[in-house]
């Protein structure tokens, strides 16, 4: 991950590291005088950070009354969950059609770093280091569609579905999932250019995590 070039940039991603990873939860309101030390920027530095997550769908602006973090809901998540498969599907299999055998090699090394990782995380390891790989293995698979827009609105949902999927992980109901046989099929139907079993695979791998949230007691999304 590159270094951030500017004060709002780094403001801005470890604000949204800590809205993601539920440090900052949903509804919990943002004090600029409050939060602005905790970051080590100025008001008006804070304040062009929470702009950007406007922008991310993560904080909302409440007028005069400041900001907060972006509510989370079950109806919300579904959104998320339909708008990501409806958009991921079709640029995988645009991928599919396009990727030559440079993407190929991508996906390969992705894949097997995200093994790596899975592996580690099975023996208590680096759960943010499975968290990166596990995105980049997820761009890759996209990488070859040319849509800049899909990619973009992708890139927003992802991080949007994984402020949920965390929530999930805290209450412990994805320990029955096998997330690394999720990824292997995945990724064997993406190089066999099987675009139908691939969507298939990939539709059921992003819509678990929904299902695994309406298992959740209500105060889980509402703390």
């Known amino acids: 991950m590159t270094e951030p070039k500017t004060l709002v940039e780094s403001a801005y991603r470890n604000l949204r590291r800590d809205i993601?990873?539920?440090r900052l939860p949903p509804g919990e309101k943002l004090r600029i005088e409050h939060i602005k030390d905790n970051y080590g920027v100025g008001a008006g530095t804070m304040r062009e950070?929470?702009?950007?997550?406007?922008?991310d769908a993560l904080v909302i602006s409440q007028g005069q009354r400041g900001f907060r973090v972006a509510p989370a809901s079950l109806e919300d998540f579904g959104d998320i969950t339909e708008t990501?498969?409806?958009?991921?599907?079709?640029?995988l299999r645009q991928s599919i059609a396009l990727g030559d055998d440079a993407w190929e090699g991508e996906l390969l090394s992705a894949f097997h770093r995200l093994t790596k990782a899975e592996?580690?995380?099975?023996g208590n390891g680096n759960r943010e280091e499975w968290e990166e790989r596990n995105r980049i293995f997820h761009e890759v698979l996209i990488e070859a569609c040319p849509s800049h827009w899909i990619k973009h609105f992708l890139s927003i949902l992802y991080h949007q579905a994984e402020r949920y999927r965390r929530l999930t992980l805290q209450?412990?109901?994805?320990?029955?999932?096998?997330?690394?046989?999720?990824h292997e099929n995945l990724f064997k139907a993406v190089l066999a250019r099987d675009a139908d079993q691939a969507c298939e695979l990939l539709a059921e791998h992003i819509r678990f995590t929904y299902r695994a949230m309406r298992m959740l007691p209500s105060e889980a999304l509402n703390p």
């Open 20 to 22: 993601i990873e539920g």
């Open 49 to 55: 950070a929470l702009s950007l997550l406007i922008a």
């Open 84 to 91: 990501r498969v409806m958009l991921e599907c079709e640029a």
């Open 119 to 122: 592996e580690k995380l099975s």
């Open 171 to 182: 209450y412990k109901t994805l320990l029955d999932r096998d997330v690394h046989a999720e």
